[in-house]
């Protein structure tokens, strides 16, 4: 993931943080060698090449934040409000943090 990264990332910094390999939609693809050229609108539950795996591993108590997408609002999308980016409260491996969608998390879950 690291050699990807670096490989394919604007500055060629070699020295990337283990959290700064796939903080974000964009870099998460370079780190997993995903193309738009081989996997646009792949089908994540019958693909051969791409699918999402359960891990039996996780907790079921998991701090989940929900939020709308970033950086997509100019494109005038009705989508755009839509809840569909989510990550673990707390993690600093995510781009950008929506503080406000954290507050109404920790009011709803008294945390």
């Known amino acids: 993931m690291r050699k990807l990264r670096c490989a394919r990332s604007a500055s060629g910094k070699s020295s ?7 903080n974000g939609p964009s870099k ?3 780190a997993l060698s995903i ?32 939020t709308k997408r970033i950086g997509i609002d100019s494109y005038g999308y009705e989508w755009a ?10 993690s600093n491996s995510i781009s950008i943090r929506d503080r ?5 998390y920790a009011l709803k879950s008294n945390k």
Do not use: M
């Open 28 to 30: 998460l693809c370079l």
């Open 16 to 22: 990337l943080k283990d959290n700064q390999l796939c």
């Open 35 to 66: 193309s738009k050229d081989f996997h646009n609108k792949e089908d994540l539950v019958t693909s051969d090449s791409i699918w999402i795996e359960k891990d039996n591993n996780v907790s079921k108590n998991l701090d989940i934040v929900v």
């Open 81 to 90: 409000s839509k809840p569909f980016r989510f990550y673990l409260l707390g």
């Open 100 to 104: 406000n969608a954290e507050q109404e």
